[in-house]
């Protein structure tokens, strides 16, 4: 009898990396320039409009723009989508003022700089992370699994605030695609992955809901990312943390480097 393994693997050699033509995806984690206040970690705004900043955001978009992506992916409620395309339409002509945050200061003028008709939403927003369960329980039992989140979330606050307050734009970005910084994100989820182990997993539940919903934000990617796309994916550190994974073993994809643009 073959050795199932040998021949696993012999599949996965004779396997093509990617198509000749296969879509070339660039994912960009930012952390909220205008915080909407939904995150677990909440720090002060970082003032987007000082003269220092505008100029970068400039300058990087138009590095960006020079991938020359097809299409420009953001996170925004899809239920938005017609009114964000409107805002984009009325910024095309002169008539809207960029708003605060990254949707408009680096999804909208990508998408003007490489002459794209529109923007659209890549976000799902009809599973969200699913913890209440998990925090009654945590409450109940008195989990240290949740002592030891809570002082990950009060540490990961205090390196926010100091950053934001001593980094430049561009400095904040690279921390944001920082790969230890992805790692960090991911851990978070995992620090009560183990509240309720064997008593009806409500950490674990919780965990996994955070993923399906980062899973069905992928697969709103991959349905795009026909033959021929060059897709620049811009949202919170957190999503890309799981999606640039996920990206990293999609044998369909190409993943684009982000760190050259900065």
């Known amino acids: 009898m073959k050795n199932p393994f040998i021949a696993i693997l012999a599949l996965m050699l004779s396997y093509p990396a990617f198509a000749e033509d296969a879509a070339q995806v660039m994912l960009i984690g930012t952390f909220h320039f205008k915080d909407p206040g939904m995150d677990t ?6 003032d987007v409009f000082a003269e220092e900043s505008q100029q970068y955001l400039q300058e990087f978009a138009n590095r960006l723009a020079g991938f020359k992506p097809t299409r420009v992916l953001l996170e925004y409620n899809p239920k938005n989508e017609e009114l964000l ?13 960029l708003g605060a945050n ?11 700089l490489a002459r794209l008709d529109g923007v659209q939403s ?7 992370w699913q913890a209440e369960a998990m925090f009654e329980y945590a409450k109940k039992h008195d989990s240290p699994e949740m ?33 230890l910084k992805d790692r960090m994100n991911m851990d978070l989820y995992l620090a009560t992955n ?5 008593d009806g997993y409500s950490g674990a539940d919780s965990t996994a809901s955070w993923w399906h919903r980062n899973f069905r934000m992928y697969a709103n990617i991959q349905e795009v990312a026909q033959p021929g796309e060059r897709i620049i994916v811009i949202g919170g550190s ?7 994974g996920l990206l990293a073993i999609d044998s369909r994809l190409v993943g684009v480097e982000i760190d050259p643009y900065f």
């Open 41 to 46: 970690v909440k720090v002060k705004d970082i």
């Open 85 to 97: 395309n409107q805002r984009y339409d009325e910024y095309l002509s002169g008539d809207y003022d």
């Open 102 to 112: 990254e949707i408009y200061q680096l999804g909208f003028r990508i998408a003007r």
């Open 122 to 128: 890549f976000d799902h927003r009809e599973l969200e």
């Open 147 to 179: 002592a030891e989140f809570n002082r990950i979330i009060e540490r990961y606050t205090t390196e926010e605030e100091k950053a934001r307050a001593g980094l430049s734009l561009r400095e904040l970005l690279i921390r944001t695609n920082d790969p």
């Open 194 to 198: 183990s509240i309720g182990a064997g």
């Open 238 to 244: 957190g999503h890309m943390a799981i999606l640039k």
